[in-house]
Structures are given as structure tokens and as C-alpha cells.
């Protein structure tokens, strides 16, 4: 989301949208990488914003941390582990994150709160699965937007001044 980054950006955060590897065939490990190389050692006001499969790649890469290393907060935007999708090639891409298992505990260590955005009108990401799914594994607080699809701009969802309020 470009406008998140000007829009926090301007209100004094700073703020790194690493460009991910192949993002047409995304891979978890080139992906860590990626986030470990972009934040470098994350400190306790760090905040972390996911849409996604970036949501899963904060949780993977929330799961590397040392011990006693902990950021402020999480956010995830349309996070995933249910999916509905019609193409094999993404289905195939999806399955192999989803077979990946994540060690939900050690991750909900590393953060002192997470939030999860869904809306009620995601194509692909169907609500009451993740909602329930997420609810259990990492006790979030639950946002719920009414009808802003997958939240991409191909949706008309160019902006999400929610972000601000809950990095507050």
C-alpha cells in the first residue's frame, strides 16, 4: 500500500517496504531472507504491517527471533491460512506456505500485540475460517471491514486510515 507508507512517512514513522523476490512464485525462504536483511535486528517499538502472504512471512519471520528479542506490534491485513483460489498455479504456490507449519506459540512470544484486518467480502480470503483460525492461534484483536475485497487498489481499497488508528 503506497499510500500507508506516505501517509506514515509524513507523520514521522520510518517506514521499509522491502521489494520481495519473485513475487509471481513466492518462496518462504528467499522471503525471510528478505524481511531478516530488510529490519536487520528488530527492536521492541518496531511495528510490523502484513498483507497477505506477507502476513505470513511476518509470522515465519517473527518465529527466527532469539529469544528475548520482541517487537511492539503486528498487524495483518487479510491474513491467510484458508484459501479460495480457482488456479492450479496458485493453489500450488499457496500449499507449499500451508504445509510450512509455524510455531504459533513461539510467534505469539515475539510480539506485544497483533492485530488482524479481514473484510467481509474477500474473494480469496474466506472470513469465518481465517477469523476463527487466527482467533485461536494468536488471540488477536479482530478488525472487521465491510466490503473492501482483498484490499488491493484492483478493489478501489487505496487507502486504510485504520492503519493509523492502530498504531496508536
Excluded at 20 to 46: A, C, L, Y
Amino acid at each position: 500500500m503506497l499510500w500507508a507508507k506516505r501517509v506514515l512517512t509524513e507523520k514521522g514513522y520510518e517506514v521499509f517496504v522491502p521489494e520481495m523476490p519473485d513475487t509471481e512464485h513466492p518462496k518462504i525462504g528467499p522471503w525471510i531472507e528478505k524481511m531478516k536483511k530488510t529490519v536487520g535486528v528488530p527492536r521492541p517499538d518496531d511495528f510490523f504491517i502484513g498483507h497477505s502472504i506477507g502476513c505470513q512471512t511476518i509470522l515465519r519471520y517473527l518465529k527466527t527471533l532469539s529469544e528475548g528479542i520482541k517487537v511492539g506490534k503486528v498487524i495483518l491485513v487479510a491474513p491467510w491460512w484458508y484459501l479460495t483460489l480457482d488456479e492450479n498455479e496458485a493453489q500450488a504456490d499457496a500449499d507449499s506456505w500451508l504445509k510450512m507449519d509455524v510455531n504459533f506459540e513461539k510467534v505469539k512470544s515475539k510480539a506485544g500485540k497483533f492485530v488482524a484486518v479481514f473484510s467481509d467480502n474477500d474473494p480469496w480470503v474466506p472470513i469465518e475460517e481465517n477469523l476463527e483460525y487466527f482467533k485461536e492461534k494468536l488471540n488477536p484483536e479482530i478488525v472487521v471491514k465491510n466490503k473492501m475485497g482483498h484490499f488491493t487498489a484492483d478493489e478501489g481499497s487505496t487507502e486504510l486510515p485504520l492503519l493509523l488508528e492502530l498504531l496508536k
